[in-house]
């Protein structure tokens, strides 16, 4: 491991060097081990202040960043946005400012605002960790697909992921389209044509609308999760057809090769994007993925934490 | 009898096909003769234009003054100090203030405040629609006597295409132009930035293209229709130069202006989230901006403006969703146009840009300026044409500082603005 | 602590091949002597050159007593009580211990022992594997200045030194000879 960190915040892996992500994916290997001790914490955060400041709502991630703080021996606050000043018209700003001032040393932003963690990150003393910015980036989310992949497969370079769903509104898949690209991975993303558009072709990966054909050569498939809020209605007529023509149904799964690997960030819409066997069948990683978030997260507080205080 | 020459200037008025070396000579206010200064004693200003340009005082028709309602934006007086500053005599301000100027007594209270405060002449315009709301008429006939130059929603943009041309019609009758925000609200939905490889790579909501063509197609054909001039306001994309190409090619009266920051920026500059770069129609692609040079270049485009859009810190320092469109103009557009028009690109010579900001726009808007005729208002803007020099907004008369060209390096700048023949800044 | 860097100072030979090959041969004698459960026995070794010296021990008490004994890595980046304080971050490493640790004699090995707190930082590591019926400290170089209450169980050598001067150890490296060093400033 020769690169050392030197970022104090951890916005997207837009800007990370292979290297970088390397070393996290390393560093990532050391923490994971801490979830197998009879005592799993380390004193590494010792008497830091971590705020989990999600805006946009989570129960996942932000439990995995709070489990993943405790292990380090940090001090947890969660903050969500209806509970914090936003709603009576305090600015992002000045929010997370008063927030320094009580001597915070990480924030963990979840917003539904691309460039909010860039936003903070350079206005605070503080480590600022992205935990999801609009349909920006989740590099977390990434970093532990990124490391399932390794850790099942081996490496990454070489292999052949396929992502599923609706890859537009999606920060998942941006922060693995980044990821994946610059460790080597060739990347498939599947949909249909109206939230995968052929322009995301200029980020280094190909487009299908034909689910079928794209799976018997995956090595990995990362399902995203598939939303139908109003917003959406445009873009395609309803989830009986989406799962008709994308979702991956037991009949499906079977044209898979018997060592792909099966991902989905959660939370998972059985019989929508994935059949209910087919999630809990031998190919899923899914439950790998939520263990290893938790280590990723104590890696990336970790690296980001140590910084900010030097 | 107050006497001012203007000497060893090249004037440029391109109303009268002049381009020479002169002096210019202004009394009592007003362009006149060498022979009409009468009393060869008496205290005559004189002004040294050697190595300057002396054209008539520019006029921007798209300028944003705030006033009445968001006062701590910019206020009349300021945003006349920063068109002053930035060599203007004339400025069109827009009606989308608080109340909104559609009716007579705004537009009175905006013309009073002017004439109080304003050190360059305000021309008011009025909505099209009442409140801008895109459902009904506004009193245009009654706007017009209010002394309107021209009828706009500007900020925003009738979606009724049945409305916009009863709205054109009726226009017509009372004899004023049409200024239009060209923007599909379907297409475009909450789209922040151009939409294309860089709103795909940042997951931002795109603004297509075709948001803005759509419009602009809607305009021609009820400028062809109802016989009647519509001027579409900040054209930002190649598509739109291409239909106006095209439509002018066939005479309808279609014009179309541009404002710099869509031709010295492209949507890479959004990549930082930075809400300086984030105004109403977005940054576009290298190929838009291309277009907009040729259409520039072949006169498609006629008209440059600003779209002087104040905004206070606070409110763009915030997340780039939450943030207001839009970035002040007036101080650096005349430079940036010099610069990448003149200087760089070479795409027109420097008496076709001052036609731009003179001839164009005063004819689209039946005012008396632009020109430097014998008895024309003394409205001279002086211009040295190669003075290299630094953007620092602090030092901006605007009370606004929401501008991403801090710290650029500019070559040409108005060095002295006259109106009515008094001197109302120089460098 | 340890120190890294080349220096361009003189280099006092203190120990060469032959003499850390005496020295882990006594300690293993001295660690077969003092611990009659010998299969109890687990030789933590500190990464890097700690690992290297444990495994070296290790063989020796397999060529002795004809018992293996089991080894461990402890990282104690993570353990560290001045992160955020070093002007880099410190890489850490995975450990590996066998649990359950209850019974256990772990014996930490390190090259240099200094200050103690490197000591400290693996004992707050074991701890959270289990809790061990006995934890022992070996160390190829004590060189004195211990900040801690401190000492170790098994030495190779005892070193004087001075707060400016530094200790290099090279073991098992693939480019330089095993040795130690004295570096003054």
């Given at each position: 491991m020769s690169t050392r960190w030197s970022r104090k915040d951890l916005l997207g892996l837009r800007e990370l060097s292979a290297e970088e992500i390397n070393f996290i994916l390393e560093t990532t290997d050391a923490f994971k081990q801490v979830g197998t001790r009879e005592i799993k914490k380390v004193p590494a955060l010792r008497g830091k202040t971590l705020v989990n400041f999600f805006v946009e709502p989570s129960t996942r991630t932000r439990t995995s960043f709070e489990l993943a703080a405790f292990r380090l021996s940090a001090d947890v606050i969660n903050i969500s946005a209806t509970t914090s000043s936003l709603t009576k018209g305090e600015t992002l700003k000045d929010t997370a400012r008063n927030l320094e001032a009580l001597h915070a040393d990480i924030l963990v932003l979840r917003h539904s605002s691309a460039g909010a963690p860039q936003f903070l990150g350079n206005r605070l003393k503080a480590s600022v960790i992205n935990a999801g910015d609009g349909a920006h980036e989740h590099p977390t989310q990434a970093l532990l697909d990124l490391y399932t992949i390794r850790e099942k497969r081996g490496k990454i370079a070489g292999l052949h992921v396929v992502i599923i769903g609706d890859i537009l509104f999606s920060r998942v898949a941006r922060s693995n389209i980044f990821g994946l690209v610059k460790l080597g991975a060739r990347v498939t993303l599947v949909g249909p044509s109206t939230l995968v558009p052929r322009e995301f072709e200029k980020l280094g990966v190909e487009v299908s609308h034909k689910i079928d054909n794209v799976l018997p050569n995956a090595d990995v498939v990362n399902l995203l999760r598939i939303q139908h809020e109003r917003q959406r209605k445009e873009y395609f007529p309803g989830i009986g057809e989406y799962t008709r023509f994308f979702g991956l149904t037991k009949e499906r799964a079977k044209l898979l090769k018997p060592d792909c690997l099966i991902m989905h960030p959660g939370p998972i819409n059985r019989g929508v994007e994935i059949d209910s066997e087919v999630a809990d069948g031998l190919q899923s990683v899914i439950l790998d993925q939520v263990t290893n978030g938790l280590a990723v997260r104590m890696a990336v507080l970790y690296l980001c934490g140590g910084i900010a205080t030097a | 009898m107050s006497a001012i020459i203007i000497r060893n200037g090249r004037v440029i008025d391109p109303a009268n096909r002049r381009d020479k070396l002169a002096d210019l000579v202004i009394v009592d206010g007003r362009i006149a003769e060498k022979s009409a200064i009468r009393d060869p004693q008496s205290a005559i200003e004189e002004i040294d234009a050697s190595g300057l340009i002396v054209a008539p005082g520019l006029i921007d028709m798209h300028v944003h003054l705030r006033e009445p309602g968001f006062g701590h934006k910019e206020t009349i007086e300021s945003g006349a100090r920063a068109a002053a500053a930035g060599g203007f005599t004339t400025i069109v301000c827009m009606p989308n203030t608080s109340p909104v100027a559609d009716t007579p007594s705004t537009i009175a209270w905006i013309k009073e405040r002017a004439a109080a405060a304003a050190c360059v002449n305000v021309l008011p315009t009025g909505a099209i629609s009442k409140n801008i709301s895109g459902e009904e008429l506004s009193p245009i006939g009654s706007l017009a006597q209010a002394g309107v130059v021209a009828i706009t929603d500007d900020g925003h943009c009738i979606q009724n295409n049945e409305l916009m041309r009863r709205a054109v019609e009726y226009a017509r009758m009372v004899g004023v132009p049409v200024l239009d925000h060209c923007q599909d609200y379907n297409l475009v939905g909450n789209g922040v930035v151009h939409e294309g490889y860089w709103s795909t790579l940042l997951g931002l909501p795109g603004w297509p293209a075709a948001g803005e063509e759509a419009t602009v197609m809607r305009n021609i054909l009820l400028a062809e229709l109802c016989d009647h001039p519509i001027h579409c306001q900040h054209v930002s994309t190649a598509g739109s130069v291409r239909l106006l190409r095209e439509a002018r090619g066939r005479g309808v009266k279609i014009t179309g202006e541009v404002c710099p920051h869509h031709i010295a920026l492209t949507d890479e500059a959004i990549q930082n989230f930075n809400t300086n770069y984030k105004m109403n129609p977005p940054l576009r692609a290298r190929a838009d901006v291309d277009a907009l040079l040729e259409g520039i270049a072949d006169g498609t485009l006629s008209i440059l403006a600003s779209d002087h859009a104040p905004h206070a810190d606070f409110e763009k320092e915030v997340e780039f969703d939450a943030a207001p469109f839009g970035i002040i103009g007036l101080e650096t557009e005349l430079g940036l146009f010099l610069d990448l028009l003149v200087h760089k690109q070479r795409k027109i010579d420097i008496a076709r840009l001052i036609q731009m900001y003179t001839v164009d726009p005063a004819r689209l808007l039946k005012i008396n300026a632009g020109t430097l005729s014998i008895g024309a208002p003394a409205d001279v803007t002086l211009i040295d044409p190669d003075l290299e020099w630094t953007v620092k907004i602090d030092k901006f008369e605007s009370a606004s500082r929401n501008s991403p060209f801090d710290g650029w390096k500019l070559k040409g700048r108005a060095v002295r603005t006259i109106v009515g023949g008094k001197t109302v800044w120089k460098l | 602590m340890k120190n890294e860097k080349q220096d361009s100072s003189p280099a006092v030979p203190i120990m060469d091949a032959e003499a850390i090959r005496r020295a882990l041969r006594r300690i293993a004698h001295e660690i077969i002597e003092r611990n009659p459960?010998?299969?109890?026995?687990v030789l933590a070794g500190i990464p890097s050159r700690g690992v290297e010296i444990a495994k070296r021990i290790a063989d020796f008490i397999r060529g002795i007593e004809k018992i293996d004994i089991d080894t461990g890595i402890i990282d104690v980046a993570m353990h560290r009580d001045d992160v955020g304080t070093r002007p880099e971050l410190p890489v850490v490493r995975a450990s590996k211990l066998p649990v359950p640790l209850e019974e256990r004699t772990v014996i930490i090995v390190d090259d240099v022992l200094y200050t103690g707190r490197t000591a400290r930082a693996a004992m707050d590591a074991i701890n959270s594997f289990g809790r061990p019926a006995q934890i022992q400290l070996a160390a190829l170089i004590d060189r004195g200045h211990r900040e801690l209450p401190i000492r170790a169980d098994y030495v190779g050598k005892n070193l004087p030194t001075a707060a400016n001067e530094k200790v290099r150890v090279r073991i098992g490296s693939i480019n330089e000879p095993d040795g130690v060093w004295l570096i003054k400033e």
């Open positions: - | - | 459960q010998l299969a109890q026995v």
